[in-house]
């Protein structure tokens, strides 16, 4: 066994992290990080997740190559032995390290973004603020801006944590533990898992693997629920992937209950206070974004957590000789990998997430920034400032353009 896979081991009890600590501010200048080259965060995190399922492909082709040659010549499910079982979970543990690298490649492009914005942003309020709260007191008469209402503006940037952990403690399989994580598996997808005299059965436990490969509505039920929760609903609806990205959009942008994702026309007063006050949480948004991101990395060190649970559940008295009870440990080694899969999955999802929550917030931000540049107009006339922030804005379309 490698010193890596021993401390694994040795770590793999309680609330431990498997990760370093994530810290925004040094993220910004962490070179082992490279930021994300879109401007658009779900575009990014599309790209993250086809680079994800490339990895995972890659060691999946490796081990369907081992098992195929063991079935061949012993016509049973592999059993791994210790080397090979700790190569299998070393390989998974870098998958999930790899997806959190991602995963922080994309805020740090937002930081960055964010951190662009600040002083212009932070100028403007330090110049406007006590005039547009004088204004905003005595109305600005009919006048109306077209505007989203989004999330943000009544449950604040913790609305995205909010989420996340909610989607993680109930309909995530990166908390699956105990010291069967098979059984556990296949009890969390509705499957019956051998009892009695039936766990002594191999028949019975291929007959499971058999199941949960042949219905993919199994494992995919549990991800449309965990999608469902990312998309705010409460209750037990099921989101399917092709929805994902719309749903989660129009929740962002349209929280009530009809998801209508459509700008409203909004009296300028109203719109000036959720404006001002986002804004002035958006010149501070690394700590928001700090906090996010350790929620993520919460779940990715829960993914960890559950590899080495399977490590655990799995090593034990490995042997090459073909027995009922070697053919019952390939079996649940075969429903584990399925979990594995399912975690892979799932934290492609949250991925998705991470760049549409990342999007609206940009979006969110920008907006409030136009409402309380047009309420200033109406307040002070001066030119230079209305240019300079024209060019800022042309400045940033500039900025975005990626060429092929």
Aim: glycine share 4%; aromatic share 10%.
């Amino acid at each position: 066994m490698s010193v890596y896979s021993r401390f694994m081991l040795e770590s793999s009890t309680g609330n431990e992290s498997f990760l370093e600590d994530v810290d925004a501010d040094k993220l910004m200048y962490e070179s082992a990080i490279e930021e994300a080259f879109e401007s658009d965060s779900y575009e990014a995190a599309m790209r993250c997740v086809s680079e994800n399922t490339a990895n995972y492909n890659s060691i999946m082709q490796a081990c369907a190559i081992s098992e195929f040659c063991y079935f061949e010549e012993n016509g049973v499910e592999m059993v791994y032995t210790e080397g090979t079982l700790s190569d299998w979970k070393d390989s998974a543990i870098a998958f999930f390290r790899k997806v959190w690298d991602k995963i922080q490649s994309i805020f740090k492009k937002v930081l960055m973004q964010f951190s662009s914005w600040s002083k212009n942003d932070k100028d403007f309020l330090n110049k406007y603020k006590k005039k547009l709260n004088s204004k905003a007191n005595n109305g600005f008469g009919d006048v109306e801006v077209k505007m989203y209402d989004y999330v943000f503006y009544g449950k604040g940037v913790e609305i995205v944590n909010d989420t996340i952990n909610t989607a993680e403690t109930s309909y995530s399989f990166s908390t699956i533990t105990g010291n069967e994580p098979a059984t556990t598996f296949l009890t969390t997808i509705g499957v019956t898992a051998p009892t009695g005299n039936d766990e002594n059965d191999p028949e019975k436990w291929i007959e499971a693997v058999k199941t949960v490969r042949e219905d993919n509505d199994k494992i995919n039920d549990k991800l449309d629920e965990y999608r469902a929760k990312l998309a705010g609903y409460t209750g037990d609806e099921k989101i399917d992937s092709k929805e994902f990205a719309k749903e989660v959009t129009e929740w962002f942008q349209a929280p009530g209950d009809n998801r209508e994702s459509t700008k409203d026309d909004v009296k300028l007063g109203n719109a000036l206070d959720k404006a001002m006050k986002f804004l002035e949480v958006s010149t501070n948004i690394k700590t928001k974004l700090n906090n996010i991101l350790k929620t993520n990395k919460k779940s990715i060190d829960n993914a960890i957590k559950s590899v080495n649970t399977i490590y655990k559940s799995l090593n034990k008295d490995t042997t090459k000789e073909v027995t009922d009870e070697t053919k019952i440990k390939g079996a649940k080694h075969s429903l584990c990998g399925l979990l594995i899969g399912a975690m892979k999955q799932e934290k492609n999802i949250l991925t998705q997430y991470n760049g549409l929550a990342l999007n609206a917030l940009k979006a969110c931000s920008r907006q409030s920034k136009a409402i309380c540049v047009k309420a200033a107009t109406y307040i002070d006339k001066d030119k230079d400032y209305k240019n300079n922030y024209q060019s800022e804005s042309a400045t940033s379309l500039l900025n975005s353009i990626e060429m092929i």
